[in-house]
């Protein structure tokens, strides 16, 4: 096992969700001897966590951290969020609204936390990403100097202490760099960024081409296909990136390249098996109610349409998967569609738009 590097200053966390990813992420922040709390509606997933220091419905083989105290089902008091120095959000983008509207009188802004955001997705109804979602919620001076945490990272292999790297970004670098030194271990390398616009919107379209590789793998093809799938989608992400504003270099990091290569490639990825199970022939309401937890590209493919069709951008395989979602189109039919496309040339950025992200900068307060 990797030597454990010492925090010289010890935090007090309250991480929101209970989830695989909420909860492994708590017993890493444990692990560096940070004291923490984890939010859960559930009253059962409380007690039991409290009791066993086991979680009943994530990671369940795993032995958590004696020091991790569960709380809830109540909402947090104002008394303990104050009392705290860093809030992390490990819920669905769905859920990022109600939480943060409920947080928002229980905050001293006079000693505000290190906010820290670690989900991936679009809001469905509308289309927001989580930054603006915290702008309308506790207000633009919040949303600037929250920080975002993306990249490859399986909750399965970090409770492991698998070596894994992550990106994190804020729009105040200080505030970047607080969460990167919070999170920092030698199985654990954060590097920081002041792109959240680009990260958020590759955290949440890697899943859609995630759907897309389960497909093609689902269909019969194999090494090369997966490879193609990859890079075009790649390539799609970045058009799309670019043409809301983000910068095209933020799809080449960890939180662009390295989580694309992560979801497509491992048949353990949720969003890969509804892509498989689809390319075998099973319905997507079968899927759905068998699958066991959430596949966010499912939700994300349908905002994701709305966006392209707004920017004029050109994305055949997120459409593609769009239509099998929700048309009701048949994969073999609509992939044998998207490989008798003309050939086009391989790379063509947005040298124009970026209106969205202009929008929201100006929301924050940041406009030119």
Same mark, same amino acid.
């Given at each position: 096992m990797l030597p454990r590097q010492q925090c010289e200053n010890k935090s007090k966390v309250l991480v929101f969700g209970a989830g695989n990813f909420g /909860?492994?992420? @708590?017993? +890493?922040?444990?692990d560096s001897s940070h004291s923490i709390y984890m939010w859960s509606r559930s009253e059962k997933l409380v007690k039991h966590f409290n009791q066993y220091h086991r979680n009943p419905d994530a990671l369940?083989? +795993?032995?958590?951290?004696q020091s991790i105290i569960a709380v809830g089902p109540e909402f947090p008091s104002a008394e303990l969020v104050r009392n705290m120095d860093v809030l992390l959000f490990a819920i669905p983008t769905e859920g990022v609204r109600e939480t943060l509207t409920a947080l928002k009188p229980t905050l001293d802004e006079a000693q505000l936390p290190l906010l820290i955001f670690v989900n991936k997705g679009i809001e469905i109804k509308t289309r927001a990403l989580t930054l603006e979602i915290i702008a309308d919620t506790c207000g633009p001076e919040i @949303?600037?100097?929250a920080a975002f945490i993306s990249g490859p990272s399986f909750a399965k292999e970090i409770v492991r202490r698998q070596p894994t790297s992550v990106s994190v970004v804020s729009l105040s670098p200080s505030h970047a760099e607080q969460a990167s030194q919070l999170f920092h271990q030698p199985w654990f390398r954060c590097y920081t960024g002041d792109d959240p616009i680009g990260v958020e919107l590759a955290g949440?379209? =890697? #899943?859609? &081409?995630a759907i897309a590789a389960g497909m093609a793998a689902g269909l019969g093809f194999e090494n090369n296909t997966r490879a193609m799938?990859? !890079?075009?989608?790649? @390539?799609e992400m970045t058009r799309i990136g670019t043409a809301y504003g983000a910068s095209p270099l933020t799809f080449? !990091?960890? @939180? *662009?390249?390295?989580d694309l290569f992560l !979801?497509? /490639? /491992?048949?353990? /990825? $949720? #969003? &890969?098996?509804? *892509? &498989? $199970?689809? *390319? =075998? *022939?099973?319905?997507?309401d079968h899927i759905i109610k068998t699958l066991g937890s959430v596949a966010e590209g499912v939700t994300t493919a349908k905002g994701l349409k709305t966006i392209v069709d707004e920017l004029g951008v050109a994305a055949p395989i997120a459409s593609g998967v769009y239509d099998v979602l929700y048309e009701g189109r048949a994969v073999e039919e609509r992939a044998n569609e998207l490989l008798s496309l003309p050939p086009i040339r391989e790379l063509d950025l947005s040298v124009e738009g970026g209106k969205p992200a202009k929008r929201l900068m100006e929301k924050l307060g940041l406009g030119a």
């Open positions: /909860s492994c992420l @708590a017993d +890493h922040l444990a369940q083989d +795993h032995q958590f951290a @949303a600037r100097v949440a379209l =890697k #899943n859609v &081409y799938l990859i !890079t075009r989608g790649l @390539a080449l !990091t960890l @939180a *662009g390249v390295g !979801t497509c /490639s /491992s048949s353990t /990825s $949720r #969003n &890969y098996t509804v *892509g &498989y $199970r689809l *390319g =075998k *022939g099973e319905k997507l």
